[in-house]
């Protein structure tokens, strides 16, 4: 498990007002974070991996003098239970290249969706799912050698692969796979299950039972409010948008309770970074109660 002292805030991708403000490059926000306080960015290659080695290693170099750890966001296209010999090549060239991004980058951690069951039985997708990452994972050596973490993620529709047990269990295949947790797609998923500081902890001794207290420790978390149908996941909402699920203070009040140190990356809809700050600060009103 890579070093990660205290407990990190940061947004996924670039806030609106990062573009309103006149920033234009992506090496910017490094600077930028640093100024609100925040100290972790999820840079996105969530449409492809576009990114040249020359400005990934800028963006490394500005992250690194502003204390901001890095991870990726591997493209959207992953679909590890794919059957196609073609899917199952650029899914794993998806996940490789974006490894190579961190590479570059200083990153740490790529994160990334496991793929669908479409119409396959879905005990059938997540066995060839779990098979073809195992085989990444070999693949991978070089990367993971160097430190960087395969991060598969739970999701939000019923008909993707990601519940909580199923990331789980892909973490299983290599100790060096970190879980995330993004809570609005669990509560999206299961249409409302957190709505309390004990349905995070049942989530989180899951997450324990399965990995080993160090791995529950410093796992990954992807934050925000999500609109769910009976389907599943709908859309992402900003922390005003209190119509929906699920709540941060409980979420909060359990880390600080448990001693917990994630790096927790926020996703809401354009105000990623502004929120990032929100959800930092009831963070900090926990830990300040605490102590």
């Known amino acids: 498990m890579e070093n990660n002292r205290k407990i990190r805030f940061g947004p ?3 806030s609106d007002s990062f573009y309103e403000q006149g920033y234009k490059s992506s090496v910017d926000m490094p600077k930028w974070l640093h100024e609100k306080g925040l100290s972790a960015y999820e840079y996105a290659c969530t449409h492809g991996v576009n990114i040249s080695e020359k400005t990934a290693r800028a963006i490394g170099e500005e992250a690194g003098m502003y204390d901001i750890a890095l991870s990726i966001h591997a493209p959207y296209y992953i679909n590890l239970a794919a059957e196609d ?9 998806h996940l490789l290249d974006s490894m190579q991004v961190a590479d570059w980058m200083g990153a740490k951690r790529v994160v990334f969706h496991p793929g669908s069951c479409a119409k396959m039985d879905r005990k059938k997708a997540f066995k060839t799912a779990v098979g073809f990452l195992q085989e990444i994972i070999c693949d991978a050596r070089e990367y993971i050698e ?5 991060c598969p993620e739970t999701m939000g529709k019923i008909n993707q692969l990601g519940t909580v047990d199923e990331v789980l269990e892909m973490c299983r295949l290599h100790e060096s796979l970190i879980p995330v947790l993004d809570f609005g797609h669990i509560n999206a998923m299961g249409r409302g299950r957190i709505k309390s500081y004990t349905d995070y902890m049942d989530i989180m001794n899951l997450v324990k039972n399965a990995l080993g207290r160090d791995r529950m420790r410093h796992f990954h978390c992807h934050f925000s409010r999500v609109e769910y149908t009976g389907g599943g996941e709908k859309k992402h909402w900003t922390l005003d948008d209190v ?8 979420l909060a009040e359990l880390i600080v309770s448990l001693d917990l140190k994630p790096i927790i990356i926020c996703e809401s809809r354009g105000t990623m970074a502004e929120d990032a700050v929100r959800l930092k600060s009831i963070f900090d009103k926990k830990l300040s109660i605490q102590s």
Request: charged share 40%; aromatic share 8%; hydrophobic share 15%.
């Open 12 to 14: 996924a991708g670039n």
């Open 85 to 93: 010999p073609e899917k199952r090549d650029k899914t794993k060239r």
């Open 146 to 150: 160097k430190g960087i973490h395969l």
């Open 243 to 250: 119509q929906y699920g699920p709540e941060f203070e409980p």
